[in-house]
């Protein structure tokens, strides 16, 4: 008999005997008593059993039979063979979501993880019963500090999703975060982490900012010098679009920024600049003020806008 220890188990859950004189072949001996410690407990599912060379020494046996028992359990589906790690122990199942087979697994898994982290059988259960009762969201809401940025982005996205869309303030929705209820929420991204605090349950996803590549070439295709005029309807977006121009060109171009508000400044600087930038909200004042060398300039990129269509389709709890 030959006895074998593997970590801090006891000795005893590593014999294996074998019966070289027996017609059973040792190969089979040997995945076989491996096979039976496995299902019997002895051998604790993610522990690392001997190297072939190293099990292959203590029984006196040839490495390729070693080699040999531990494919056939592999096969079989009781140890896992890491190349340049060793021979595992399987796990008896899934351990975590992307690893579940069904739908079962998955809640299983889920419900695991929610006991272990200390939640009570009252507070799974009525996570639960929010979620059997959910639906795919029912309207946007874009939440941000600015109540004029907000207004900027439901425009957009109005335009580019086709649902409506609704804002709100940082502050309101900490007032009433029962207001997020069967929304997908909107944000960017320094509010996220706030929103999931305020309202755990709500479907919050991200809004970034970007300049098109049709706007870069735009600009850094001005001569030096050139007066650039940025005019939105959002105050909070125009120091975004100081920083992106200096980011471009330096200090090569003059570059004014006015909330649209103030339309009697923007009225006179636009008869001079050589480039007028207009939010989705400005540029039809602008227009229609007589202003020239009007661009459009669009914060919500493409992509964006199609990862949010797929984020329509997800259930949302109801409150």
Known sequence: MARLCQGGHNPRTMDIVLNRRGGVPVREQIATQLQLKILGGELAHGQRLPSVRALARRLRVHHNTVSAAYQDLQAA???????????????????????????????????????????????????????????????????????????????ELQAGLGRPAS????????????????ALVLALPYYLEQLRQLAPGAAVEEVTLEISDADRKTITGLAAGSIVLVVSHAPAFLPVATVFLRALR??????????????????????????????????????????????????????????????????????
């Open 77 to 155: 589906g009781h140890v896992q063979l890491k190349r340049g790690s060793g021979v595992f122990v399987r796990q008896a199942g899934p351990t975590a979501l992307p690893e579940a087979r069904g739908l079962d697994e998955m809640i299983r898994l889920a419900l695991h993880s929610a006991l272990q982290m200390g939640y009570s059988g009252t507070d799974i259960r009525g996570a639960v019963e929010r979620w059997l009762a959910a639906a795919p969201p029912d309207r946007l809401l874009v939440v941000d500090p600015s109540q004029q940025m907000g207004e900027l982005l439901v425009h």
């Open 167 to 182: 804002a709100l303030t940082l502050e309101q929705v900490s007032r009433e975060p029962s207001m997020l209820a069967g």
């Open 250 to 319: 330096g200090d090569e171009l003059l570059v004014e920024t006015r909330e649209l508000s103030a339309s009697r400044e923007w009225r006179r600087l636009a008869r001079a600049a050589d480039l007028i930038f207009a939010d989705a909200l400005a540029v039809e004042p602008l227009r229609q003020a007589g202003a020239r060398r009007v661009r459009e300039v669009r914060v919500v990129p493409s992509r964006a806008l199609q990862r949010l269509r797929d984020a329509l389709t997800i259930v949302t709890p109801r409150s």
